[in-house]
């Protein structure tokens, strides 16, 4: 059975930090690009961060550049993102995603290869008050 179990969501206010995880079970973790897509009310689902496990390259949207620390965990099968200095606009659903890919970039990609496996957890609210 493959699982992506989130956890780390909550409240927090601006300026302030807050951890993400997510545990990987049921896939060859290293074959994957793992991270986060986020969506708020009203907006489009948009990729956040990936670690690609086989070499550690990380990728992050511009919006949280700077921000943001994603890294892996291979031996647990363990994706973190630290949030840091955390803004309102941050505040959304969090879903792990896992894209069986080397490239980073495709991570970001809603078209996914035919030949790629490609998993959800299910969804942590992050919120950012004012």
């Known amino acids: 059975e493959v699982q992506l ?8 206010q601006a300026g302030g930090s807050l951890r993400l995880s ?14 986060w897509f ?5 907006k489009q689902r948009e990729g956040v961060s990936c670690i690609v496990s086989s070499d550690g390259t990380t990728y992050h949207v511009d ?3 700077g921000r943001f620390t994603i890294t892996s965990d291979n031996a647990k099968n363990t994706v ?7 803004k309102p606009e941050d ?14 970039v495709v991570f970001f990609n809603p078209v996914i290869p035919k030949n ?15």
């Open 5 to 12: 179990q989130a956890s780390g969501g909550g409240l927090v």
């Open 22 to 35: 997510c545990v990987a079970s049921g896939f060859i973790f290293e074959d994957y690009a793992i991270g």
């Open 38 to 42: 986020r969506q708020a009310p009203g």
């Open 63 to 65: 919006s949280v550049k």
């Open 80 to 86: 973190s993102l630290q949030m840091s200095r955390l």
């Open 91 to 104: 505040t959304a659903v969090y879903y792990c995603h896992a894209v069986e890919t080397s490239d980073g």
């Open 116 to 130: 790629s496996h490609q998993y959800w957890g299910e969804g942590t609210l992050v919120t950012v008050s004012s």
